[in-house]
């Protein structure tokens, strides 16, 4: 079956400290993986999108992987600040198939000061 | 920063009553979505929408929802008939392109409960 896969338990670090999340996929063929911040009670906001083809995307103190082999992408935090505690979503953009984008349950974020 | 606008932030509604929850896309976008988000759950999609017509609908999307975009600017979900499973977060949400380069811009949402 189809399945996107995020750390299920919340992910607790301290401030300045990198945070690494992690998204598996089994059973897709994305063309492109994207990542979401979602704050409690509100929408999902884009935060970056890398492509089939892109082996790593950075912005700001944001970078994403993307491993298309092992089927998995990494979110990485640098510098990590109370602010960034959230859950952040993964979805993938798929090159066949539903064209929507499909939502991964997300991992939720505490970065202690 | 544009922005998807969302209306009502809740809406309280009895089992088996209609309700129509509204959005205003971003103005230069051009595919639309509805995605709903149950209580703890995962973000789920429901319908997109292009050119006005629906272009995907997911096993969710049975017959009691519908879409429309009647003025060119507002984009609607009408559930007919609401059940207690209806109960759930409701994004409306837009992108300038059906895939890639650039992510789906979300409302706040619209906080469905049904009684």
């Known amino acids: 079956s189809q399945k996107i896969e995020q750390n299920s338990e919340a992910l607790n670090i301290q401030e300045g400290k990198t945070a690494t999340l992690t998204c598996n996929y089994t059973?897709?063929?994305?063309?492109?993986l994207q990542w979401y911040r979602q704050d409690p009670g509100r929408g999902p906001v884009f935060l970056l999108l890398?492509?089939?083809?892109?082996k790593e995307k950075r912005k700001e103190r944001l970078k994403v992987t993307f491993d298309t082999t092992l089927k998995q992408s990494l979110f990485h935090i640098t510098a990590s600040q109370p602010a960034d505690s959230a859950t952040y979503l993964c979805?993938?953009?798929?090159?066949?198939?539903?064209?929507?984008?499909?939502f991964g349950s997300g991992t939720r974020l505490q970065v202690q000061p | 920063e544009p922005e998807v606008t969302q209306t009502p932030s809740h809406q309280v509604t009895q089992m088996g009553q209609e309700v129509i929850l509204r959005c205003v896309p971003i103005?230069?976008?051009?595919?639309f979505y509805w995605y709903r988000q149950i209580l703890g759950q995962k973000v789920e999609f429901l319908v997109s929408?292009?050119?006005?017509?629906?272009?995907?609908k997911s096993e969710i999307f049975d017959d009691q929802f519908s879409v429309e975009r009647p003025d060119g600017s507002n984009f609607t979900l009408k559930i007919r008939s609401t059940k207690l499973e209806d109960s759930a977060m409701y994004f409306c949400?837009?992108?300038?392109?059906?895939?890639?380069?650039?992510?789906?811009?979300f409302g706040s949402g619209t906080r469905l409960t049904v009684v």
């Open positions: 890398i492509r089939e083809n892109e």
């Open positions: 949400a837009s992108s300038v392109l059906a895939r890639g380069h650039y992510g789906y811009t």
């Open positions: 929408f292009y050119n006005n017509e629906i272009s995907e």
């Open positions: 103005s230069n976008h051009l595919y």
């Open positions: 979805a993938l953009d798929l090159r066949t198939g539903r064209r929507a984008l499909t």
């Open positions: 059973n897709y063929s994305p063309a492109y």
